[in-house]
Nanobody, 122 residues
Framework: QVQLVESGGGLVQAGGSLRLSCAAS????????MGWYRQAPGKQREMVAA???????NYADSVKGRFTISRDNAKNTVYLQMNSLKPEDTAVYYC????????????????WGQGTQVTVSS
C-alpha cells in the first residue's frame, strides 16, 4: 500500500507564496507521474501541475508562470512552489501519484493524498 502525505498549505495574502510538499511512502519501485490537483467549493477537481519521472511538466493555463512543480525521484516527493497567489487559487490541493509500480510487481493507476487547504485572502 502506498500513502501520500501532503504538507505546506495555509493562509496567505494575495501576492504571497506557499510551497506544498507531498511524500509517497510504501513499497514503491517506481512512480510514473506525480502531480497536484485542486478543488474549490462548488467546483470540479482540476489538474494544476504534473511532472513525469523524466522531468516533463504540464501546467494548467491559470497557473503558468506563477507555479513551479518539481520532483525528487529518490525521495518519491513532489513539490509545488506557488508564487503570486490570487484569491481564485483558494482550494483544497490534492497530491496524485499515477502509474505506481510496487516492489511486489503490482501496478496501480492512481493514489491520492488527503488534501491540504490553501486559502488566499484579498
Amino acid at each position: 500500500q502506498v500513502q501520500l502525505v501532503e504538507s505546506g498549505g495555509g493562509l496567505v495574502q494575495a501576492g504571497g507564496s506557499l510551497r506544498l510538499s507531498c511524500a509517497a511512502s510504501g513499497s514503491i519501485f517506481s512512480i510514473n507521474a506525480m502531480g497536484w490537483y485542486r478543488q474549490a467549493p462548488g467546483k470540479q477537481r482540476e489538474m494544476v501541475a504534473a511532472i513525469t519521472s523524466g522531468g516533463s511538466t504540464n501546467y494548467a493555463d491559470s497557473v503558468k508562470g506563477r507555479f513551479t512543480i518539481s520532483r525528487d525521484n529518490a525521495k518519491n516527493t513532489v513539490y509545488l512552489q506557488m508564487n503570486s497567489l490570487k484569491p481564485e487559487d483558494t482550494a483544497v490541493y490534492y497530491c496524485n501519484a499515477g502509474g505506481v509500480l510496487a516492489r511486489s510487481g503490482i501496478w496501480t493507476k492512481d493514489y491520492w493524498g488527503q488534501g491540504t487547504q490553501v486559502t488566499v485572502s484579498s
